[in-house]
């Protein structure tokens, strides 16, 4: 939303007669705060493929919009426009064109090539306090076509050269039998395509037959949303699923041979430093890969009504970012009184230095030396029992390298690198 906001402001400051339409997820959420921004000139709700062609010829024929569902400017801007932007149909997933990138930059559609995301689906059925899929996709859960899902890859495959793509839904799996046809259809296509399940999947929505039919089409790594090893928290947050559905997926999935992740959120209604520690074990023991982030509560959502009540804000939720590629960008949203800042990010800190992902601690770029006092003080406080064997690796690693550089001057008897 910040880099919206930017855009638009440089785009104003530029071009001030020109009109700014603002879209995306964030707009369903808070189109009457937004609408007060004076950059924004039309802010459009919902999903606005179909409609957002139609208010640029309008537009450029200089024609009113105002009436268009979905859209709500100054002037039509009133009590009745929350129920009417709800009558904007959801898009019919089967009738869009592929998305198009050639507009993009270079590195975007060099990337497709083994990164192509693909939506299958969109909507969720299901009541997560912490979620706001549902509010902005609907309950709904709307499916394209396996066919067309198909199409979509030859096309990617032929335009852009993609030989790995990842299925972006937010679930993918609730339809069991779809999943088992799209499957199915992808190994009778033989595109000979790697694919993964990133956007975390329901772990008590597969069967072992699923996880077979996804491995012989090429499927290699899942994601399943886990969010706590509590069953209390699993419970108040309305996940759906208890802890013994989420073990057996995970081994379903592994059984059958592919690589399984899980997402947990650190700071869930109920959470506290040794919850997290339960997580750790639980990740530990069913040998999951795992990430944990730092919870962000959404507007529009359950979670963001108990939050307004029961925490205190520390900063806005727009600079909350569940993980990012620095360290530093982390930041806790929220603290209450059992939970506060400080156990939160101590809880941060001790899972990943547990778990051994302290790419997600130490920011990048820091002279060797640093990366290592950091790494012996995050050892120290929260895994001392890995020290030593830390110790050891550094030390025969630096012997290595001292004996390497000893043998090569002497008549080079070894490979360079090789001892």
Same mark, same amino acid.
């Given at each position: ?14 071009? =001030? ?5 603002? #879209? ?72 869009? =064109? ?24 969109? #909507? ?14 609907? %309950? ?5 076509? =396996? ?11 032929? %335009? ?21 046809? *799209? ?66 997926? *995970?081994?379903?999935?592994?059984? +059958? ?13 109920? @959470?506290?430093? %040794? ?11 069913? #040998? ?22 029961? +925490? ?43 778990? #051994?992902?302290? @790419? ?27 020290? =030593?064997?830390? *110790? ?14 000893? *043998? ?12």
């Amino acid at each position: 939303m910040k880099d919206a906001r930017r855009l638009a402001q440089q785009v104003k400051s530029l071009l =001030p007669k020109v009109t700014a339409v603002l #879209g995306g997820p964030h707009t369903k959420l808070a189109w009457r705060e937004l609408l007060t921004e004076p950059w924004f000139d039309v802010i459009l709700v919902g999903e606005g493929e179909q409609v957002f062609p139609v208010i640029c010829h309008r537009l450029m024929a200089s024609e009113s919009i105002e009436e268009l569902l979905g859209v709500v400017t100054r002037r039509n801007a009133n009590e009745d426009f929350q129920l009417n932007h709800s009558l904007l149909p959801a898009a019919d997933l089967n009738s869009l =064109p592929f998305p198009e990138y050639d507009l993009f930059p270079k590195n975007v559609r060099e990337s497709l090539r083994t990164n192509y995301p693909l939506v299958t689906a969109r #909507g969720c059925v299901y009541n997560c306090t912490y979620c706001s899929v549902p509010e902005i996709s609907g %309950k709904r859960f709307r499916k394209r076509h =396996p066919k067309s899902v198909i199409e979509e890859l030859k096309w990617a495959q032929k %335009k852009y050269g993609t030989a790995h793509f990842e299925i972006i839904d937010d679930v993918f799996n609730l339809d069991i039998g779809r999943c088992k046809e *799209i499957c199915r259809s992808l190994i009778e296509a033989n595109l000979g395509m790697g694919w993964s399940c990133p956007n975390g999947l329901r772990a008590d929505r597969v069967d072992r037959e699923l996880a077979e039919v996804m491995l012989k089409a090429g499927c290699r790594n899942v994601m399943i949303g886990v969010e706590s090893a509590d069953p209390d928290i699993l419970k108040a947050v309305k996940k759906g699923e208890c802890i013994e559905d989420i073990e057996r997926g *995970i081994c379903i999935f592994k059984q +059958a041979g592919i690589h399984v992740g899980g997402y947990f959120i650190i700071g869930l209604p109920g @959470d506290s430093f %040794k919850v997290q520690q339960r997580s750790v074990e639980f990740v530990k023991r069913t #040998g999951i890969g795992a990430h944990f982030n730092m919870l962000v509560p959404y507007r529009g959502t359950q979670l963001w009504d108990w939050a307004k009540t029961n +925490a205190r804000f520390l900063c806005n939720p727009e600079d909350g970012l569940h993980f990012a590629d620095d360290p530093d960008k982390v930041k806790i949203v929220i603290e209450t009184d059992d939970f506060p800042a400080s156990q939160r990010q101590q809880a941060y800190e001790m899972v990943h230095t547990q778990l #051994g992902r302290f @790419d997600m601690l130490i920011p990048p770029g820091l002279p060797q030396w640093q990366h290592r006092y950091r790494m012996l003080r995050l050892l120290w406080k929260y895994d001392r029992a890995q020290l =030593p064997s830390y *110790i050891f690796r550094q030390l025969s690693g630096k012997f290595r390298r001292m004996l390497g550089q000893l *043998i090569r001057p002497a008549g080079k008897l070894m490979p360079t690198g090789r001892l």
